[in-house]
């Protein structure tokens, strides 16, 4: 009996959703400038014995890291415009904060999720995910 090697396992630690404010302009579809509320996941994969220290601390560095970005306005973004601006934002980011705790991660991907409301441009009420991830293996 021949037994294979076991799958590589993918590990990863998710932190959030972490609440957020944005506004855009949509050219590519012609919308104006308008606002959201929506939330971000974060997806570090954990490449050692351990990974992304989520702590209270540590969680708010990188939520104000975050904010840095969503507070100015995305122009001629749309949403996967912004959903890359953040990963591109994120991707080697290591705050001040998370270096005495260790651990070895790296970004894997992020989660976009916005908020939409029954508005003047048509959007809808529901929430709509945009996500940007690392493919398996690619380093």
Same mark, same amino acid.
Do not use: D, K, N, Y
């Given at each position: 009996m021949t037994t294979s090697p076991a799958p590589a396992l993918l590990r990863t630690v998710e932190v959030g959703p @972490?609440? @957020?404010f944005f506004t855009n302009v949509n050219r590519p579809?012609? /919308?104006?400038?308008h606002s959201h509320t929506g939330a971000v996941t974060v997806v570090y994969d954990t490449t050692g014995r351990h990974g992304y220290p989520s702590f209270a601390v540590t969680n708010a560095a /990188?939520?104000?890291h975050i904010h840095e970005l969503t507070r100015t306005v995305f122009k001629d973004a749309t949403n996967e415009d912004i959903a890359d601006r953040l990963f591109a934002h994120l991707d080697g980011y290591v705050a001040r904060e998370w270096e005495e705790w260790g651990g070895d991660y790296r970004l894997h991907a992020i989660h976009l999720d916005v908020i939409g409301v029954h508005d003047a441009i048509g959007h809808d009420n529901s929430t709509t995910r945009y996500t940007v991830a690392r493919s398996q293996g690619a380093h």
């Open positions: @972490i609440p @957020i579809m012609g /919308l104006r400038a /990188l939520e104000r």
